[in-house]
Nanobody, 127 residues
Framework: QVQLVESGGGPVQAGGSLRLSCAESIYSGRPKCIAWFRQFPGKEREGVAAIYTGNGDTFYSDSVKGRFAISPDNAKSTVYLQMNNLEPDDTAIYYC????????????????????WGQGTQVTVSS
């Protein structure tokens, strides 16, 4: 049973843009936290951006703030991650994750707080 599906990754040159999509079918129609993580080789997954679809509250890591934008299309149960001005250091596997409830009124950004994950999509930025 497919529940989270990412798409939109691929190769891009530095300074370019990509839009990742996360189609979710776990909590269809209910407000939820959808977060994007990325994982570098040999490293733990790090939170990049998160959104609570109930009210649109967002979070961004300092490394992507001002360059990435997370947005929902609730009618399609899809969350997008628009990535602009990409840098070689953004090269990683990107995962989306979902959970139903916030923690302390915010979507958590630690991987340990999410049980539902997509398969990941590779983003490769060349200089």
């Amino acid at each position: 049973q497919v529940q989270l599906v990412e798409s939109g990754g691929g190769p891009v040159q530095a300074g370019g843009s990509l839009r990742l999509s996360c189609a979710e079918s776990i909590y269809s129609g209910r407000p939820k936290c959808i977060a994007w993580f990325r994982q570098f080789p040999g490293k733990e997954r790090e939170g990049v951006a998160a959104i609570y679809t109930g009210n649109g509250d967002t979070f961004y890591s300092d490394s992507v703030k001002g360059r990435f934008a997370i947005s929902p299309d609730n009618a399609k149960s899809t969350v997008y991650l628009q990535m602009n001005n990409l840098e070689p250091d953004d090269t990683a596997i990107y995962y989306c994750a979902a959970r139903l409830f916030r923690l302390d009124w915010a979507c958590p950004t630690g991987a340990k707080y999410y049980d539902n994950w997509g398969q990941g999509t590779q983003v490769t930025v060349s200089s």
